[in-house]
C-alpha cells in the first residue's frame, strides 16, 4: 500500500516526464496517471517504410495518418471555439504525450525573454530570471541530448551541445540570402543525438521522426524517461496509464488531496492520493483539470482565487512563405542526409538593428522546411503534366526543391485571448469540454506584415519561385501557452516562481500553463528546465516538512 504517494503526478508528455525523473532519482515515491496507453513503437508506428528507389512505382514516402494518435477532432474529448475564431488543438494520449511526434526543436529564452515587460512596458515580466534558469536549462540539455553549435547570437543563449550535421545545399542558399540581408543564420539545435548519449544510439539519419524512433535517437519522454524510470524504480514509480483525471479534490484546509480519475479501460471512477500534485497535462488540459475542479472552497477552479485561471492564454503566431529553390533544379544528386528537414535556425535578428527600427514590439524566429524527395503534391511526378523526355526534365526541375520558411512570433496576452469551459457541451465522460478563443491584434498584425516582406526578401534572394504565402492559422503552432501563469503578485497570477499555486501550497502546475510570456521560441526546452528546476524544490519542501 503505497498511498499517499509522496506527489501525483498528471500527464506523461515533457513535463510530467522530467518532473517524475527528479522526483523519483531523488527517492519520492510517485504515481503518475496518463489519458493515454504506452504505444508499442514497433507495432503502431510503420516505421521504416520503403523508400521511394524500393517502390515498384518510385513514389513518394506516404504521409502516415498520424490521426490516430495526434488529433484535433475527436468525438470522446471535443472543445469548442467561437465561430469566426476556430482554433486548431493538436493533442496526443499517450505516454510521452507530444514528445513521440514534436519537432525537436530546442532553444533557450534568453535574458530579455523573461523580462519583457521591463523592455517595453507588455505584458508581464517573469518572476524568475534567465540566471536563475540556465543551470536547468544545462542539465536538461545534457540529459535529452541537443545537436548545435555555439555561436555567440544575442537572441539565443548557447547551451551544451552535442556535434552538428553538415548543412545540406537548401541551407545554404537560405544561408547565402539572409547573410546578403544581414541576418545570421545558426546551426539548428534539436533534441537529436548526433552522437551515442545516455546509452542511446546515435541517430541514423532515416528522416522518419514522426512515425517513430527505433532507436530512441530523439528525445520523447514515453522510451527515454518514463520506461527507464519504471525499469530502474519499480518500487517508487508507478505509472497508470489510460488514466483520465476529472478532479482535484482538496481537503478542509484546502490542500489537494487527492486526485479523481476515469480508468478509460473499464469507465470506473477512481481516486488516488498525494502529499502534492503536479498537474502536467499539457497547457490547455491542465487549465480545463483546474476550472473543472471546483469546491465550496473554490467555487470558481481550484487555485483561482485571482480569477486568472484560463487568462492570458498565448501562443506562437506562424505565418510562413513556400517556395521553388532554382538553385537546387536539375541539381545532381547530393547527400542530403541528416536529422531531417534542414539544418538550420533563423534566429531573431532584430537584437542587431537599432532601436524603432520595428513598428511592433518582440520577435520572431524563422524555422526552414524542405520536403526534400517528399515532394509537393502539385509537384508530383504524378502531377506533372507531360511525357518521355519533356516530363523527365520536369520531374528533374522540381525535385526536392521546396522550402518553406515559416515564422513563429511572440504574441502579446490579450483580454479577448482566453480558455473557459463551455457549459453546453461535454466530453464523453460528461464533463464540460474547453472554449477556446485567440486571435491576432494590433502587435500581431504588424508582425505578420513585416514576417511576410522578410520572407519574400530572402526568397528573392534565394532566387525562389512560385511563392505562396500561408496565413496565421490559430493553434498551428501547438505552443499554448500562459493561462495559469506565475508571477510574484497572488491577484494577477495563479502560480508563483516555482509554479506552486498562490493558493494551494500543495499544488504544483509544471507545464506551459505556467508561462508569463511566451517569447518566440519552441516551448518545450523551457518547460522541462522549469520542471526540472520544481521537481527539486518539491524535493526540498519535502524534506523541510513544507508540503
Ligand atoms: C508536430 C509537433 C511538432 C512540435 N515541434 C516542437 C518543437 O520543435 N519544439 C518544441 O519546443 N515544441 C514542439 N512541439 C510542442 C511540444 O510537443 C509540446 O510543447 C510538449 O510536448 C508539451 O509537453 P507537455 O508535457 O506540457 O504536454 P504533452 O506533451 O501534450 O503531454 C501531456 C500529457 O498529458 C496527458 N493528459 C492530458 N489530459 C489528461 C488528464 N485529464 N488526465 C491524465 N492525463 C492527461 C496527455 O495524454 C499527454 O500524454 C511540437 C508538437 C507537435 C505535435
Ligand atoms: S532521423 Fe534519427 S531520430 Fe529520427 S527516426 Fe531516424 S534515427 Fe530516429
Known amino acids: 500500500m503505497k498511498e499517499p504517494y509522496d506527489l501525483v503526478i498528471i500527464g506523461s508528455g515533457a513535463a510530467g516526464g522530467i518532473l517524475a525523473k527528479r522526483a523519483v532519482e531523488q527517492g519520492m515515491n510517485v504515481a503518475m496517471l496518463e489519458a493515454g496507453p504506452l504505444r508499442d513503437k514497433n507495432k503502431d508506428f510503420p516505421y521504416h517504410q520503403p523508400f521511394p528507389y524500393e517502390d515498384p512505382y518510385r513514389k513518394p514516402k506516404e504521409s502516415v495518418d498520424l490521426s490516430k494518435y ?13 465561430q469566426d475564431k476556430p482554433f486548431t488543438w493538436t493533442r496526443a494520449r499517450n505516454v510521452g504525450g507530444r514528445t513521440l511526434f514534436w519537432g525537436r526543436r530546442c532553444l533557450r529564452f534568453n535574458e530579455w525573454d523573461f523580462k519583457g515587460r521591463s523592455r517595453d512596458g507588455q505584458g508581464e515580466d517573469w518572476p524568475i530570471s534567465y540566471q536563475e534558469i540556465a543551470p ?11 545537436t548545435g553549435v555555439v555561436e555567440n547570437h544575442p537572441d539565443v543563449p548557447d547551451g551544451k551541445f552535442l556535434p552538428p550535421v553538415a548543412l545540406k545545399c537548401g541551407d545554404h542558399i537560405i544561408k547565402r540570402a539572409c547573410e546578403k540581408m544581414g541576418i545570421r543564420v545558426i546551426y539548428d539545435r534539436r533534441a537529436m543525438l548526433t552522437r551515442a548519449h545516455g546509452g542511446f544510439a546515435k541517430c541514423h539519419f532515416c528522416s522518419a521522426c514522426d512515425k517513430g524512433c527505433e532507436t530512441d535517437s530523439f528525445f520523447n519522454s514515453a522510451y527515454r524517461v518514463i520506461v527507464p ?9 508507478t505509472l497508470i496509464s489510460n488514466a483520465m483525471a476529472r478532479a482535484i479534490n482538496v481537503d478542509d484546509r484546502g490542500l489537494a488531496k487527492s ?10 471512477d477512481r481516486e488516488i492520493t498525494g502529499r502534492a500534485i503536479a498537474v502536467a497535462a499539457g497547457c490547455l488540459e491542465s487549465t480545463r483539470l483546474l476550472l473543472l475542479s471546483k469546491s465550496s472552497r473554490f467555487p470558481n477552479g481550484l487555485a483561482n482565487s485571482s480569477g486568472q485561471v484560463g487568462k492570458n492564454f498565448i501562443e506562437h503566431l506562424t505565418v510562413g512563405v513556400r517556395g521553388y529553390l532554382t538553385d537546387i533544379s536539375f541539381a545532381k544528386p547530393y547527400d542530403g542526409d541528416g536529422i531531417g528537414s534542414t539544418h538550420i535556425n533563423i534566429p531573431w535578428f532584430g537584437w542587431d538593428r537599432p532601436k524603432n527600427s520595428f513598428n511592433f514590439v518582440r520577435g520572431y524566429q524563422i524555422e526552414l522546411g524542405s520536403a526534400g524527395f517528399r515532394l509537393r503534391l502539385d509537384k508530383d511526378p504524378k502531377g506533372i503534366p507531360g511525357f518521355g523526355a519533356d516530363f523527365k526534365r520536369e520531374v528533374r526541375r522540381w525535385y526536392g526543391t521546396t522550402m518553406n520558411l515559416k515564422a513563429f512570433a511572440e504574441m502579446l496576452p490579450h483580454p479577448d485571448n482566453f480558455v473557459e469551459l463551455d457549459p453546453k457541451v461535454v466530453d464523453k465522460w460528461g464533463l464540460p469540454v474547453l472554449k477556446i478563443q485567440i486571435s491576432a491584434h494590433e502587435n500581431e498584425l504588424a508582425m505578420t506584415k513585416h514576417i511576410y516582406e522578410t520572407l519574400e526578401e530572402i526568397f528573392h534572394h534565394a532566387k525562389g519561385v512560385e511563392l505562396r504565402k500561408g496565413p496565421y492559422i490559430p493553434g498551428d503552432s501547438i505552443h499554448e501557452m500562459g493561462t495559469c501563469r506565475m508571477g510574484s503578485d497572488p491577484k494577477s497570477s495563479v502560480l508563483n516562481r516555482f509554479q506552486q499555486a498562490h493558493d494551494v501550497k500543495n499544488l504544483f502546475v509544471v507545464d506551459a500553463a505556467s508561462f508569463t510570456s511566451g517569447s518566440h521560441k519552441n516551448p518545450t526546452l523551457t518547460i522541462m528546465a522549469l520542471a526540472w528546476r520544481t521537481g527539486d524544490y518539491i524535493v526540498e519542501e519535502m524534506k523541510k516538512g513544507n508540503l
Open 70 to 82: 495526434l488529433f484535433v477532432k475527436n468525438a470522446d474529448e471535443p472543445y469548442t471555439a467561437p
Open 136 to 146: 536547468y536549462y544545462d542539465l536538461v540539455e545534457q540529459f535529452i541530448g541537443v
Open 229 to 237: 524510470l519504471q525499469k530502474k524504480y519499480p518500487n517508487n514509480f
Open 259 to 268: 486526485v479523481s480519475y476515469i480508468d478509460k479501460r473499464t469507465g470506473a
